[in-house]
C-alpha cells in the first residue's frame, strides 16, 4: 500500500490528492474519510444485523432497503475512487481489501436477478476489519503490534499445544462414541469430537452430555485436563507479553556490568555510569 | 470532594463537624458512620432481596414494609444532612453519589401514588457501590490502587482485545445465521450474536446450541478461539500488576526531577545522580 | 500440636513413643501410621460413596456394611489412642481435628438408634483433609508452602476481588429479574443472583437462560466482564508465585548495588564480589 | 530407540539402512517415511471417523473398506519391517509403540471372524501420538520441550492441586448428594461428584442443576471457587515457563563448574568467577 515516493510524484495532482485522503490516514482529510467510512460501515452492518430480525423487517422494510441501496451506492463510488487513485489497479482488485469491497457490494445488485442473494449482504461485515486499519493510525498502534509480536513469538509454542488438543479431541471422541454409543447423543465419531471441543474448553452447553457411569468419569477426567490445559496458553502469552512489554535492552552497564535495563534509561541504575 | 482549606473554617463550626462526620472517614466519628451506613444499606438491599421471594413476601411483608420504611427516613435524613453539610448543596446533588441518593429514596415515595414503582427500590442496590469509599480508608487502598493503576495502564490493550472480540462476536453471528438458519434456534442475526458471546466466553447455556455438521464444526473453531483469547487479558493484567506491584519507588532524582525509578535503583537512570 | 521439649520427657516413655507414632511423620513408625490412616480413610470414604448408588448398595450392602463397622471400631481406638497421647486430652478433642474425629465415628453407632443418622457417615470425607497432613511431611511440604504463602500474600487483593464480584452479582441479578421477570425463570432476587453467578463464572447451566433481547445484550455484557475478571485473580496469584518461587533476596551487592540475586548466590552476579 | 554405535555397524549394511529410513528422522529418507506414515495415519483415522458417520457409511461404505484395507496391508508391511530393522524385534514388539501398532491392525483381521471388532478399528487414532515424534525433528523440538521442563518442573504444585481438587469434589459431592437428594438428579455421591468436576471445571452441561436455595447458594460457592482455582495452574504454568524461557544458559562455571547462572549473570553467583 505504500508507494515509493518518485512514483507518487509522477501521477497527476488530483490523483495524489485522491490517494492521501482515501488511502492514507495521518493528513486530516484522510483521518476524516477513514471515519466517515467507518461510521458507513458500522451503519451498513447495524442495518443489515436489523433487518434478520422478522419483526423490523416487517414494519421498517422499505428504511432497511433505502439505506442499503445508498450505502451499496456510496460504496460503489468509493471503489471506482480506490481503483482510480492506485497505480496497480488491478493489483488493488486481487488485494485481501479489494476483494472485500466487491463482496460488499455485489449481493445488493445480484438481489435484484436473485432475490435470495440478498442474504449474502451480510458479507459486508467482514468490512469491520478495517476498524483496524484506521485504529493503526491512533496511539493503538504501539499496543496492538505489542499483542500481535507477543503472539507471533509464542507462534510454535502454540502449534504444539494446538496439535495436543487436535490429538486429545480424536482420541477422546472415539472413546466416548464406543463408551455411550448412539443411544446418548454420541451418534457419530465427529458430533462425539464436537462433545470433545465443547467440553474441553468448558463450554459445556450440555446438549450431548455422557450418561454411563464411565463415560461420566471419563468426561471429568477431560474437564480436569481441559482446566489445565488453560493453563498452557494464558502462560505463553503472559511471558511473551512481559518480554516484549518490558523492552529491557540486552545492553550491558559499561561500569558494573549489570543488565536489565529500562530501554529509556540513560545511566546504569546500580551504578549511575552512562549506558 | 476535598474542599480547600481556606473554604472549610469560614463554614460555621457545626457544619464542618457534620461534614467531617458523613464526608470523611479518617476520624473516629466518620468511620462510625460509614460504618452504620454501610451496615444500613446492606440491610436495606437484603430487605429488597428478600421481598422479591414470593414466600418470604407472603408471610413477612409487614416486617419487611416497616424496615423499608425506616431505612428510607434515615436515607431521607442523611440525604438532607449531606446538602446542608456541603457548601455547594446543588453540585452534590448532580454528582454520581447525589443521585443515586434520591434514586434510593424516591421508590418508596412513588409507590404511595403507584404501587408498581415499588420494584424500582432495588435501585438501591447501587449504593452498594459506597463499599468502595468505606474500602478505600483501610488497608485495602494500595491494593485496590494497584489493580485499578494495573487495569488503566493496560486500558489501550484492553480496548485492542474488546475491538477483536466484537468483529469475531459479529462475523461469526452472521455465518452461524446463514449456516444453521431459524429452525435451529439462530433467529435472527443478534439472537446468533449472543450465541457467538455465548460461546465465546465459554458460558455455553446450551438454550441455543448448532445442530448442522458444518456449524457444529465453526462452533468448535470458535471456542478453540475464545479459549486462546482467554490468555490475553490474563497476560495483560499480569504483566501489567507485575510491574505495578514491582514497585517503582515514589522518590524523584534529587538531580533531574524525574520519577518511575525501579525500586532497586540507587541511581537516577536518566541521569545517574545517586538516589 | 509441637509440644516443648522438657514436657515431652516428663511423660512416660510409652506415651512419648506413641505421641511419636501417632502425631509426629518424620520416624519410620510415624510415616507408617500415617499411610495405614490415610488408607483406611480412603477405603471408608470409598465404601460411603459406592454405598450411596442404590443397585450397589442392594448387592453389596452387608458386605459394605462390615467394612463400615471394621473402620468405625478402628477409627474409635485411634480416637482413644489419641486422646491417651496427648497431654491435654480435652484441648485435642476441642481442635479441629479433635471434632472431625468425633463426627467421623459418631453416625455409625447414632444410626444403631435412628437408621437415618447412617447417610452423616458421609462426614467422614472431611477425614480426607488429612491427606495434607501426611503430605506436609514429604517433599510436598515446599512446594504446598509456596502456594499457600502467594495466596495469603494476595489476601487483600482477593477479598478486594470478591467484593467487587459480589456487587456485581446482586446489581446484575436485580436488573436482570426486573428485565426478565419470574415468567423466563427470573422467580426472585436469589435465583436470578444464582444465575448472576452461574454466568460471570462461565459455568452456564442453562437452566435458568435470559429470552428477551435486552436480558441477552445484558447477559452478554457481564459474560464479557465475567471473562476479563478471570484475567484479576490470575494475575494476582501469577505475580505472587513468580515473587514467592524466584525468591530472589532483597540483598544489595557491595560491590556494584545491584540488587535481584537469586536466595542461593554468595557472589554478586554482574561483579563478581562476595555478597 | 538409540543404539550404540558399534552395534549399529555389526549389522549388515541394508539392516541399517533400513533403520535409518524408520526409525531415524534427522535423513532425507527417514524425513520423507515419517512424513508418508503420517498422511497414512491421517488418512486411516479419517476414514475411521467418517465411517462412523452412518449416511457416509450407506453412500461410500465400499470405498472406505478399501482404503481400509489398503492402510492394514501397508501397516502390517510396516510393521514386519519395524521388527526386522530393530535388534530385537521382541523388546520393541512389547515397547509403547509396538504394542499400539499391533492394536492398529488387528481389528481390521478380528473383523473377518467378528464383524463386530471392526469399530475397535479406531484405536487406531492412538497412532497419531507418531506426530509427537515427527515434530520432535522440526524447529519445535526446543518449543515443546520448553513447554515440558515447564510442566515438568511444576509436577509437585500441580499434584497439591489436584489434591485439594479432589477433595473438594469429594466433600462437596457428598454434601450436595444431601441437600438436593435423588428427586433432582442427584441420584448418588458418584454421580454428584461428577456435578461437582461439571462445575468446578466452569463446564456446567446442566444436566444436573441444583433446584433447592440452599444447593443453588453451595453451588455458586463452589463456582466461586472453581473460578478463583483456574488461577492456581495458570500462575504455576506462568511462572515456570518465565523461569525455562528466561533461559539460565548452559555454560559452566570455570572456576566451581556450578551450572544453571541466568543468561544476563557475568559472573559465577557461587564462586564470583568471571564466566
Known amino acids: 500500500m505504500t508507494i515509493p515516493a518518485e512514483r507518487l510524484t509522477s501521477r497527476s495532482g488530483w490523483r495524489a490528492r485522491l490517494h492521501e485522503i482515501i488511502f492514507e490516514s495521518d493528513t486530516r482529510a484522510g483521518r476524516a474519510f477513514d471515519l466517515a467510512l467507518l461510521t458507513l460501515i458500522l451503519v451498513s452492518v447495524t442495518a443489515v444485523v436489523l433487518e434478520s430480525v422478522a419483526e423490523i423487517r416487517r414494519e421498517h422494510g422499505t428504511l ?19 481503483l482510480v487513485a492506485v497505480d496497480r489497479p488491478g493489483r488493488y482488485a486481487r488485494s485481501f481489501y479489494g476483494v472485500v469491497d466487491v ?10 436477478v436473485l432475490p ?24 493503538f ?3 496492538a503490534q505489542q499483542l500481535l509480536r507477543a503472539l507471533r513469538a509464542s507462534r510454535r509454542k502454540i502449534i504444539v ?9 480424536v482420541i477422546m471422541g472415539t472413546l466416548m462414541y464406543l463408551i455411550e454409543g448412539e443411544t446418548h447423543g454420541f451418534t457419530s465419531i465427529p458430533v ?24 461420566q468419569f471419563l468426561a471429568s477426567v ?15 502469552v503472559s511471558v511473551e507479553l512481559a518480554r516484549t512489554t518490558r523492552g529491557t535492552s540486552r545492553q550491558a552497564c559499561p561500569g558494573c556490568s549489570a543488565e536489565g535495563h529500562d530501554e529509556d534509561a540513560t545511566h546504569c541504575k546500580y551504578c549511575g555510569a552512562a549506558l
Request: hydrophobic residues 60%; without cysteine; proline residues 4%.
Open 64 to 82: 432497511i432497503e433505502a439505506v442499503e441501496w445508498t450505502i451499496t451506492a456510496l460504496f460503489t463510488v468509493e471503489y471506482i475512487l480506490r
Open 222 to 236: 477431560l474437564m480436569i485436563l481441559g482446566y489445565g490445559i488453560i493453563a498452557v496458553p494464558t502462560g505463553i
Open 161 to 169: 499445544f494446538l496439535v495436543a488438543v487436535a490429538t486429545s479431541v
Open 192 to 215: 462425539s469430537m464436537y462433545w470433545a471441543v465443547v467440553t474441553m474448553t468448558t463450554v459445556g452447553y450440555g446438549d450431548i452430555a455422557p450418561r454411563t457411569p464411565l463415560g
Open 103 to 112: 463482496l460488499a457490494i455485489a449481493p445488493t445488485y445480484l438481489a435484484l
Open 141 to 143: 498502534l504501539g499496543e
Open 116 to 139: 435470495e442473494a440478498r442474504s449474502l449482504m451480510v458479507i459486508r461485515a467482514i468490512r469491520l476489519l478495517r476498524v483496524f486499519r484506521i485504529l493503526k493510525l491512533a496511539h
